[in-house]
């Protein structure tokens, strides 16, 4: 690829075409500069066909106003745009519009609210609002959707993988079966998600968490072919390497060759007051061979060597795995919890591509435009109720009920607050026919969800660290009732539209269809 292609491709032509042809016909009928509101929202969580998700934790945000800040209609952008013709060899964009867009950023008068990253969240719940003029919020779409829905699905595959792992250390290790460059938003969203490190360098050095790895089959098979044996390659990693020497142990035999030589190198390091981490499984029975590696690790007197699982493995893996420990530790003269708690896992393919559910149906929905200073509801029909839009300029709140524990998400109009409400009238978001009512003494705290990320086009909002958003994480997490985090066939955790804004939608759609 020519370098100088390397820019347009990044930058603010990050985009579908028709975005740009939408915002010329905009600017040509004279409405391009109304203030609209898009609502970003997914459909349905995550379906890996044997099992699905119950949650999902929202990524991607920061990237997204990176991008945004980085982007502008300049010199190349404008003179690209300048050749791209239309069926009958015209150029498609008129020197009028490209005028109109010469110079300007993404952020162009942008204002965003958003939930904050690492937060859980539902279904048709606007997790981002960004309010702005209509060509430009609508240029915006294509990267907004492919930054949040990407980072949001690979988070909540990594967060289902940590929650089944009890907690012990998972390590991110996909870079090598990822989709190019989509590695490096994977690797960060794992980490939001709960994956302990990557073994992504780059990404490691950019978010500031150190890079994690073991070693591969190519080092065994090397150091044979050139005249050595298995016991040779695990003392040369050993002794390059002896404050992280995990050794990989089925390159030859798991049981009778790669465990009792990284004995013997750990023997060895013993004697010289080193201590070994531990061995890594990367093929076989992998719960079989984790009870005969622990047997083997305590009788040679190493009972705190960790166990790094690797190889396909994704949250029901894992879930086997336990099971089959927990079911047969006890004969083999182990202690099934001591074991599974010296268990840490390397998480590949399965969690960067998150396999079984490869995209999450974000999508981007026009929801409010402005008319003469007021705010003019929009609605979109579908033949599924679904897809039918839930129309207006909005807020969004969480419910918790006595125990302090989420019961709901509530969108409701902007001037509502549901806190000041004795009884919340609740309707589902796309079945006409299922409402409830919660009295205010069955509630315990109401909380808005939607933070300023950006008010025309400033940066109003100091974005945390990984670590920060990882508590986001665990903290909604604790908040959330254990059937809704089950593995399969997890409880549905419910989400409301308020009494006006479902009045509202019900107006809006027998308006429209009696039109």
Known sequence: ????????????????LYQ???????????????????????????????HQAGYCIFAGLEWLV???????????????????????????????????LSGKSITEG?????????????????????????????????????????????ATKASRIHEIAQGKLVLEFGLRRAQSLAANAGARAALIGGADFTSNTGMSAALG?????????????????????????FRAFADVYPNNCIL????????????????????????????????RLDSGDLAFLSIQAAKMLNQAGFPDTTIVLSNQIDELTIWQIITQIQNEADRNGLDAQQLI??????????????????????????????????????????????KTLNPGHKSIWRIYDNSGKAISDLIALDDENPAKMKVLQLHHPTDPTKQRAIENNQISSVESLLTDILIDSKIIYQFPSIEQIRNNRKNDLERL??????LISPHIYHVSLSQKLWELKNRMVKKSLNN
């Open 20 to 50: 740009l042809t939408m915002a010329q016909l905009f600017f040509r009928i004279g409405i391009h500069e109304n203030i609209a509101q898009f609502d970003y929202f997914f459909r349905s969580y995550p379906d890996y066909g044997s």
């Open 209 to 233: 968490y150190p890079p994690s790895g073991t070693h591969g089959h190519s080092m065994v098979q090397a150091i044979i072919a050139l005249g050595g044996n298995e016991l040779d390659a």
């Open 341 to 386: 708690d010296r268990l840490s896992y390397g998480v590949g393919t399965k969690m960067i591509t998150s396999s079984g559910a490869s995209a999450l149906d974000g999508v981007y929905k026009l929801t409010s435009i402005k008319d003469k200073g007021k705010w003019v509801p929009t609605l979109k029909i579908s033949e599924l109720p679904e």
């Open 1 to 16: 690829m020519k370098k100088e292609y390397t820019k347009l491709i990044q930058g603010a032509l990050f985009t579908d």
């Open 248 to 279: 990989l142990v089925d390159t030859i035999n798991t049981l009778e060759s790669g465990i009792p030589n990284a004995i013997k190198v750990f023997e060895e390091m013993k004697k010289k007051g080193q201590k070994p981490l531990g061995i």
């Open 110 to 154: 942008i204002t965003i609210r958003s939930v904050e990253e690492g937060r859980v969240v539902h279904p048709y719940v606007p997790n981002l609002m960004v309010e702005g003029q209509l060509a430009m919020a609508q240029i915006l779409e294509s990267s907004l959707l492919n930054q949040i829905n990407f980072q949001t699905l690979i």
């Open 481 to 486: 009732y254990p059937g809704v985090k089950r």
């Open 66 to 100: 990176d991008w945004m800040q980085e982007s502008v209609f300049g010199v190349d952008e404008l003179i690209y745009l300048k050749t791209v013709k239309d069926r009958q060899g015209s150029r498609l964009f008129g020197d009028d519009f490209l005028g109109w």
